[in-house]
Each structure stands twice: as C-alpha cells, then as structure tokens.
C-alpha cells in the first residue's frame, strides 16, 4: 500500500497477526512517506516496554523452532508460524525506531476533527471508516 495507519496498543506488539503486516509494511521501506502510527490511548513507547515485546517474541521463536522439532509430519503450519516470527524479529528493531520517533497521531485528538489528520493523508476521501479487533472486554 502507498500509505498505511496502524492503531497501535500494547497488545499489537503482542500480535502475531499485527505484529506480522507490520513486519511486512517495515521490509517493504520508506516508513516515513508510508506508515503512520495512531496511538488508541494505551500504547507504552518506553525502553522498558520494548524488553519486554523482543523477550517475547524470542520465546515465540523458541516455541515455533521446538515444534518443527517434535513434530514429523504436516510441518506446514509449524514452519509458516517459524517464518512468520522470523520475519517479526528481523523487522521489529526498525519498526519501534519508526514508531517510537513521537512523529505518531493521538486516537483521541484526531477522532475529535472527524479524522481530518488522517483524511489529508489520503487525499480526496471523505469518509474514515475506523476498525478494531472485537476483545472478549468488547462484548461484556
């Protein structure tokens, strides 16, 4: 894509899933002109925070390796989650140095100007239609 929008939270780096398109978006370049980061209000881009996500994205690694090991057939899905964590690790640095930079937008100051921040991104749309995955919270 030649512009992308994450929402990012504490639990998009935990993701496989998000974790994965950023990954994508990152090997893919030009971050700058092309990603731009929308915090939803409980993203922590501290040092701290950052030691955390890599020691559990080794531990994801270790567990994907182990199960290529122990298993002796059908190793198709085994090996796509390995390649899928490897790519997460090998784009991860890159991706926090990119959104981590404050060049990120606030979820709450741009909902409050009917998205237009985000509308100027994109030039000549109108409308913003905004998605987040349901959580078990969501539904009560």
């Not at 990120?104 to 100007?113: E, G, P």
Request: net charge negative; hydrophobic share 40%.
């Amino acid at each position: 894509a030649d512009r992308v929008i994450m929402l990012l939270s504490d639990k998009f780096f935990y993701s496989d899933q998000c974790m994965y398109e950023a990954a994508l978006v990152t090997e893919a370049g030009n971050l700058d002109a092309r990603l731009f980061p929308v915090n939803i209000g409980d993203y922590q881009h501290n040092e701290e925070f950052y030691g955390n996500v890599l020691d559990y994205w080794e531990k994801e690694e270790q567990k994907a390796h182990r199960d290529l090991e122990i298993h002796t057939f059908g190793l198709e899905p085994f090996q796509d989650k390995y390649e899928r964590v490897k790519m997460i690790k090998e784009q991860i640095g890159k991706f926090w140095s990119h959104v981590t930079k404050e060049n990120f937008l606030d979820f709450s100051a741009v909902s409050k100007n009917n998205f237009e921040e985000i509308l100027k991104l994109f030039g000549g749309m109108t409308q913003v239609a905004v998605w987040k995955p349901v959580t078990s919270e969501d539904l009560g």
